[in-house]
């Protein structure tokens, strides 16, 4: 079997429900003096717009938002954008900026480095696509995971989702002159995500794309909010929604590209 699997991070590999979006609550709770803290749900509308990937500009609509609705424009607001990302990084990096000490730390892993080795067993190759920054993800996959160097394409590298650039620079490096063309699984937890495979297919129509949808943690806790979340991601145009991003097993991905 001989197929690409790219990754998403947050949500899929690692759980940020207490990291980048408890700084995202606090961000916005903050650049609101108070006056408003968004709940899961609340940032999980805000993600199901399909546009909101990068968790700084997600803080910043929030904030927006938030005003405008007390009857101010938002050219009023003289949002300090810098201000606001460095407010961010100090609650989910932490306050050094050498030995992180922020919510990244207690980040619980949603992968493990045998699962990867299960794939590359079975002749599936493998990389990650993320809109994290790259430091953020390099920690998680090299000194939590304690992968070598995998192939990654962050923040830094490529326009954000669900523009499917940083896609296909993954699959480049990932691909050899006698894998050409073959089958390419995104697996995510966003409706962005989803939206990338759907773009990806629209550029490049020759190659076989499957969008792998993930449920996050923080949906799981309650079955009728799993199922919304799980149709909304179908919508989205997902071809499969699992509970864990292990659950995509060697035999899964055969059935999905039809191997």
């Not at 938002?65 to 101010?72: D, I, L, S, T």
């Not at 493998?126 to 998680?140: D, Q």
């Not at 394409?153 to 993954?170: N, R």
């Not at 490049?204 to 079955?223: I, M, N, S, T, Y």
Request: with cysteine; hydrophobic share 40%.
């Amino acid at each position: 079997m001989s197929a690409i699997v790219v990754f998403d991070i947050d949500g899929v590999v690692r759980d940020v429900s207490g990291s980048y979006r408890r700084a995202l609550a606090d961000t916005v709770e903050h650049f609101t003096a108070g006056g408003y803290r968004p709940s899961p749900e609340d940032i999980d509308a805000l993600k199901g717009e399909g546009i909101w990937n990068n968790d700084w500009h997600a803080s910043q609509e929030l904030v927006y938002r938030y005003f405008e609705g007390q009857g101010q424009t938002r050219s009023q607001l003289n949002l300090d954008y810098e201000g606001l990302v460095a407010f961010f990084q100090e609650r989910y990096r932490g306050t050094d900026p050498v030995n992180w000490n922020g919510y990244i730390c207690q980040e619980p892993l949603l992968m493990s480095k045998a699962y990867l080795e299960s794939l590359s067993a079975a002749g599936i190759t493998w990389g990650f696509f993320s809109g994290a920054t790259k430091a953020s993800a390099t920690y998680v996959l090299e000194r939590r995971i304690g992968l070598n160097q995998p192939v990654l394409v962050a923040m830094e590298d490529a326009p954000g989702k669900p523009d499917p650039t940083g896609l296909f620079a993954a699959i480049a490096a990932l691909e050899t002159p006698e894998t050409t063309g073959q089958s390419v699984l995104y697996v995510g937890d966003t409706v962005a995500d989803m939206y990338t495979i759907t773009k990806a297919r629209a550029q490049a129509p020759e190659r076989p794309w499957k969008a792998v949808g993930v449920l996050p943690p923080h949906v799981q806790a309650d079955e009728q909010r799993a199922l919304a979340y799980a149709d909304t991601l179908r919508q989205a145009g997902a071809d499969v929604c699992l509970g864990s991003v292990e659950n995509l097993t060697p035999a899964v991905i055969r059935d999905l590209i039809g191997a």
